[in-house]
């Protein structure tokens, strides 16, 4: 890099630290972090079988379909520990052969990943995996607790990707396939395709489809009590390479496409090809970030009570460079989105001089009827029943301009949640009501560390309840869903499944602990003293979830002295882990005296540490808890201990004692071993190059009378030995002050004075050793 480089990335970086300064406040962390433990979800995992990534849920049958590599498998849905029935998909030795081939590797392509589970209209499920790069589908029944597959093989090109790490997209509506994934070998033809009755595609255009990474498929009810008597749509959520930008180098954008559920295609145009699809592009700003963010995945949130109109999709984004590990949550209306279809300008390419197209927005006339529109009430009057109706010139336009001048913006046009860290994978969103009647939409996030986010926006303050740990090795959720029924989450990874509840309410011990986890599923039984679900319990219990209002609980019983006993100068630990990642703590002694870090007292996140101690540390110690929350700072006592001098020679302080096992004690092993390997080599090595005379040939030197020869190699040996070597010394081989023993004083001698009228064994090869760190 040129020197001048440097000082000029660094002062193109100070505007995104300020902005990052300046919007910290949605850089939220969890309120609760917990560690990894395996009560934390139920899991399920069989040997050998991994990619645990695609599910559906049976609620009819309480079943969780999980599809991994090879095998389907039928879960008990209250507990997927239990697995009920299992499928094997295995691919042939004749297909491994031919996947090998192709120059794909055996062990990770060509095997049979299952991608698509669909439940279809007559309770049976179709399920398609990528069978060594060459897809098939097939139907599968569950019957008195098996689950079985017909083999009825079908086709899976353009329904299941061939590489089964490529992303791709699929949803069932009406027993018709709707697939976003590559028709060909080599993952350069990019489809979304309806498969049955009718198939039908996007055209082969990077206008269309130009490098996309698809994410997901949802369908939206449009014609429901229609004024206008609109059709059913799907929308399809992906990125690509934008073919608008004037880019020296490839840009990514994120898009939302939609097409209507019954196009037929044109009649002479765009025959078996969509008449209606039409995209756009979605923006998320993040921190005034100069490139777009990516998205990732959504979700579809719709009130039951309310009309499509009302819809959500909630996505995430991640950056697409390296220099960010920001992840980010933005939220759309379906009714923004449908408005810049149905009223939006088109961008139109228009060829410069060399031969470079630009995209600019469209100003000419629009033909009639509207080109990627569905056939409704309007259209049918004019004559057009069908898209096969449509003229040409409504076809060739769409065909040409499939692409809308506007952006798709957020709600508030800003995200809802931005945080460092793990990349953000799937979201899932529940909608709940609080005991305040209000209802609170509360987000689950899978992250790329194996976590799960709980967080919940509340009136434009983005609030992180909890981060769970799924699995024990950090892996990407590859996979993320929830049951209504059960009240749990499903999640995938590559190495097994997991289930956990919405909310574990039984983690908050206390009434102001519960009321500031702000978890609107929870509130504080006051008759049974616990933190509760709402559903579970019928009185009326402590929560405010909008400002964390920790007042509103009665006083808590005061916590009971803990004895701790101390030697003199010896060390005490006081335990006290922190309820909250939001939270601060402090130490009191006594009256209320703060305890200040010193050379006596560490404190540290989960505890303080009273070393050397004396007579003057006794006393009680209260460690305090003090968070803040928009109603204001609450303090509680966490733990409280009453320290005193060990009576009778035994006490509960941190005494030195010689260690029995240990990673320290198998560490000395270790190098005492190494030691002694390392000083017989050198004996070896002196004995062999004649430095050192053998036992043996010492006795024999004794009884034979020296040759010329021998008195003139031994004169040069006496000469070399005493140019090169140093006088020896009467030191050890390896010295310390304190030969891995404490530093703790316990008035004892530690280790009785070596006899120094020991022979000593000097070795003029061998260097003295101060330190045990130079071995």
Sequence with gaps: MHPLLLPLRVLW??????????????????RRSLPYHRDNAHLFHEEGVFNYSTMLLREDLDLLLVGAREAVYALDLKDISKKLSSVKWEVTQKQKDGCKNKGKNLETDCKNYIRILHQMEDDRMYVCGTNAFDPECDYMSYANGELTLEKKREDGKGKCPFDPFQKYASIMVENNLYSATSINFLGSEPVLTRSTPTSIRTEFKSSWLNEPNFVSLTQMPESYLSEKGDADKVYLFFSETAVECDCYNKLMVSRVARVCKGDLGGQRTLQKKWTSFLKARMDCPVLQSQLPYIIQDTYRLCDPQRGWKH??????????????DLSAVCAYRVSDISKVFAEGKYKTPVPVETSFVKWVMYSGDVPVPRPGACIDNAARKAGITQTLDLPDRTLQFIKDRPLMDQAIQPIGKKPLLVRRGAKFTHIVVNQVQAADGEKYRVMFIGTEKGTILKAVNYDGEMFIVEEVPLFQTP??????????????????????AAQVPLATCGRSSSCMDCVLSRDPYCGWDEDVKRCVFLSDSPRGLIQNVKKGDAALCPDADPVKPMKRSIWPTGNLKLPCPSPS????ISWVRDNGVPVMASTRFQLSRDGLLILNATSSHTGRYRCLSVERSRAGTFTTTVAEYQVRVAPGGSGDGLLPQARMSGASVTGLQALVGLLVVSLLG???WNFYKGHLPLPWKCFKKKNEAPTQETREQGGLDAYQEAAVSPPAEDKPLVSG???GRSHNHTGREAAEEDDDD??????????????????
């Design 13 to 30: 970086l100070l505007p995104l630290a300020w902005t990052i300064k300046k919007d910290s406040p949605l850089d939220c962390i969890p």
């Design 758 to 775: 020991g022979p000593k064994v000097s070795l003029p090869s061998l260097q003295y050793i101060d330190d045990e760190s130079e071995v």
């Design 311 to 324: 819809c959500l999709f909630y996505a995430i984004f991640t950056p697409q460079s390296d220099t960010s």
């Design 737 to 739: 002050a304190n030969n």
């Design 682 to 684: 050198l004996l070896t």
């Design 581 to 584: 990642n939001l939270a601060k």
């Design 475 to 496: 892996e990407p959720i590859k996979i993320l869903t929830f049951s209504n029924l059960t009240g749990q989450l499903y999640a995938g990874s590559d190495s097994g």
